[in-house]
């Protein structure tokens, strides 16, 4: 299994509302990333989390929140979202941890939000 | 912050011919990496050339790298419809993968 599963594919919020992103990968992966992506721009690092812990924050506002339950999963809560925040949420994994080394990134196909 | 610059910002081809893009950067890098992406879906890795390597090649894609000049190109060689995408490079350091502004490519059957 060499694939990263991402749900919802598309979501749509209003700015009061409470909602989460689900990232999975089975590849034994250590190191898994959340990446926001307006449209036309590159993808722009959130968070990394390297052996399920919290490794990078790239200055992320606080109305988005990651979670690592385990090595597999990875969460991004969301709560009281801007229309600004509207874009592409990737996720992305890594075989090993943080420093990061020569390793390539195994992309989600992401989840598209609109926030309202 | 963003690490790389590519080069055109769009290029459009018909198929069967060759596609270059350029990316440059401005600090020390362990590797970097190409990745494409089609519309609205994830990005998908191409090839990773480490900073110790000059050229490298998989397939129809050929990628250089010039440390000494801090810029890579990546050539698709014998394009077809289905390399119509966006090619970002991404630029490795010891904490994390920074990509670049991206090259949109078309090819036109």
Known sequence: DTEVTQTPKHLVMGMTNKKSLKCEQHMGHRAMYWYKQKAKKPPELMFVYSYEKLSINESVPSRFSPECPNSSLLNLHLHALQPEDSALYLCASSRQGIPYTNEKLFFGSGTQLSVL | ?109
């Open chain 2, 1 to 109: 912050s963003q690490q790389g610059e590519e080069d055109p910002q769009a290029l459009s081809i018909q198929e069967g011919e060759n596609a270059t893009m350029n990316c440059s950067y401005k600090t020390s890098i362990n590797n970097l990496q190409w990745y494409r992406q089609n519309s609205g879906r994830g990005l998908v890795h191409l090839i990773l050339i480490r900073s110790n390597e000059r050229e490298k090649h998989s397939g129809r894609l050929r990628v250089t790298l010039d440390t000494s000049k801090k810029s890579s190109s990546l050539l698709i060689t014998a394009s077809r419809a289905a390399d119509t995408a966006s090619y970002f490079c991404a630029t490795g350091s010891a904490r994390q993968l920074t990509f670049g502004s991206g090259t949109q490519l078309t090819v036109l059957p």
